[in-house]
């Protein structure tokens, strides 16, 4: 039986009210985006970069692409903290709950499993006496009937042999072990999955290993230039200040 009427909680609804005031704003600075954004793709286009004027104007342009990012990735953090902020607090205490639950369930699930396991050893102790139990009666009646053979009593000798075939033709116990549990609404079903624990990693295939990118970066960023099966090599780009 359950110990407790289980009483769902529903969050209260979005205040809309506080959305757009917390959004205030973004309508007018989507505008002015979206006016910078034709300008900077308006020049890119007609860039032309074949001397030394051309290179600077490719820098202004560059520099300005970046500062203008700059300000809306600003206007987002500013603009989504309160969000960000609301979304740590709900994710906080509904987190600790539900590693507690989630605690309470799988202490409950690992003593029905043990129950299981133990109602599946304790059958199976039954199937093994009740198959040595008819192992028995067989060899008995096999060794009546050749005794009853030799004695030329050929018809009581057909007769336990009968006996016999019956005997290796009986199975031990049929009975299994529940592989689910129902109680009130709640249904618990048996599974089984494949998984794996890594025993020996030298002997894994290389088609299963990953390799660590941000250990190799780390080692050439610390002034490592040879790793065997890796090309270090310098890549040209960019840096706008």
Do not use: Y
């Not at 990012?69 to 600003?74: G, I, K, L, T």
């Amino acid at each position: 039986m359950r110990e407790g009427k289980q009483q769902a909680l529903v969050p209260a609804p979005p205040d809309k009210g506080l959305i757009e005031r917390l959004t205030n704003g973004l309508d007018e600075a989507a505008s002015v985006w979206e006016s910078q954004c034709v300008e900077l793709e308006t020049r890119a286009e007609r860039l032309q970069v074949n001397d030394e004027g051309g290179a600077k104007l490719a820098s202004l342009l560059m520099k300005d692409s970046k500062v203008r990012r700059a300000d809306v990735e600003r206007f987002r953090t500013i603009t989504k903290a309160p969000f960000l902020e609301a979304g740590r607090a709900v994710d906080a205490a509904c987190r600790a709950v539900m590693q507690r639950m989630d605690a309470a369930r799988k202490r409950a699930g690992a003593k029905l499993q043990d129950f299981r396991t133990a109602q599946q050893a304790e059958l199976r102790k039954a199937r093994e006496a009740e198959q040595a139990r008819i192992d028995r009666e067989k060899r008995i009646a096999d060794k009546r009937a050749r005794l009853l053979r030799k004695k030329g009593q050929t018809e009581q000798a057909e007769k336990v042999e009968a006996e016999a075939d019956e005997l290796s033709r009986t199975t031990a116990i049929a009975e299994t072990v529940p592989t689910t549990t129902k109680a009130e609404g709640a249904t618990v079903s048996e599974t089984k999955r494949w998984d794996f624990e890594v025993e020996d990693l030298g002997h894994v295939p290389r088609q299963f290993l990953t390799l660590d990118k941000s250990k190799v970066r780390e080692a050439i960023n610390a002034g490592e230039r040879t790793i065997p099966g890796i090309r270090i090599f310098q890549k040209t780009g960019l840096s706008v200040r």
